[in-house]
């Protein structure tokens, strides 16, 4: 059984304000518990909550993010899933909050193809993303396909193509990953 426990501050590390990182009191905390249940399949269960208040506003927005995962080794596919379900009470931070929290869920599913196992000089990745929300202009759906080579262990050339099915919009993403 995998087990963590996490206690963050909610904004992430940028540029310091003043001498901190993090711009306000309150705090968040993971959870995460992941279970195997036969070599070639792993379920999980996470848990995210906190408060957060900009440096711009006296009120705050209090979120529950949680949901479950899994992941599924077949031969030389690895299937990962998650779904997502989120509330927030007031995710403008307004004077006054919505009068029902803002609902938002979504998840992916990646299926990652390695013909020699981790042993594999090059990998296949096809990714589906989505996302649905009571608050406006952030649903979301995305497929992508990556391939990527590894040249040796530390640089790998890849490639990535993505399509958005709401916008009906695509990207091409190519590149050098390196590691020293």
Known sequence: TDLALEVLNGNGIGAPIGEA???????????????????QFRLGVFGYTGKEKPQTTTFTNEFLMFGPDFTADIDRFQLNVQYIARTDDNPEFAAVAPASKIKTDGGFAELIFSPDYDK??????LLYNKVNSD?????YQSITGNFTYLIATNLRLTGEYTFETITKTSSIAMGFFSAF
């Open 21 to 39: 990182f993090d711009v306000d009191k309150y705090k968040n905390y993971l959870l995460r518990i992941s279970q195997e249940i036969i070599p």
């Open 120 to 125: 594999s000089r090059w990998y296949a990745t």
């Open 135 to 139: 608050y406006p202009g952030i649903d």
